[in-house]
Nanobody, 126 residues
C-alpha cells in the first residue's frame, strides 16, 4: 500500500483547505484511513479517521465542527476538508491507513495504522 498526500500550503486564519490522500493497493472491503498531525517538538496527534464499510468517522475534539473527513471509494482517496482554520492547526499532516476496520477504542492510536504517507505542511497565519 502506498499513500500519496497532497493539498497543504499557507493560508490565513479563517480560511479553508482540503487535503487528499490517494491510496494505491488498498482495495479491501473494509479498512480505515485517517489523518494525524505533528508540530516540531510535540508528539504526533490524531486528527480524524474514516472506517469502511459504513463510513464511520472520528475526530479529535479540537477539530469537531470544522474538519470533515470523507472517502471516495471509486478513487480510493480520503479527503480532509478543513474549514475555519486556526493558527494552532499549523502542522505537518500525515495520512495513514489500515487494511482493517480499526475498532473505536484504537482509532486514535498511530499504532493502529500500518501504512503512512509523506507529510504535507499546513501553515495558518494569524
Amino acid at each position: 500500500v502506498q499513500l500519496q498526500a497532497s493539498g497543504g500550503g499557507l493560508l490565513q486564519a479563517g480560511g479553508s483547505m482540503r487535503l487528499s490522500c490517494a491510496a494505491s493497493g488498498l482495495t479491501s472491503s473494509s479498512g480505515t484511513m485517517g489523518w494525524f498531525r505533528q508540530v516540531p517538538g510535540k508528539e504526533r496527534e490524531f486528527v480524524a479517521t474514516i472506517r469502511w464499510p459504513g463510513l464511520s468517522t472520528f475526530y479529535t475534539d479540537s477539530v469537531k465542527g470544522r474538519f470533515t473527513i470523507s472517502r471516495d471509494t471509486a478513487k480510493n482517496t480520503a479527503f480532509l476538508q478543513m474549514n475555519s482554520l486556526k493558527p494552532e492547526d499549523t502542522a505537518v499532516y500525515y495520512c495513514a491507513a489500515s487494511r482493517l476496520g480499526v475498532i473505536n477504542s484504537q482509532v486514535r492510536s498511530g499504532n493502529s495504522y500500518a501504512y503512512w504517507g509523506q507529510g504535507t505542511q499546513v501553515t495558518v497565519s494569524s
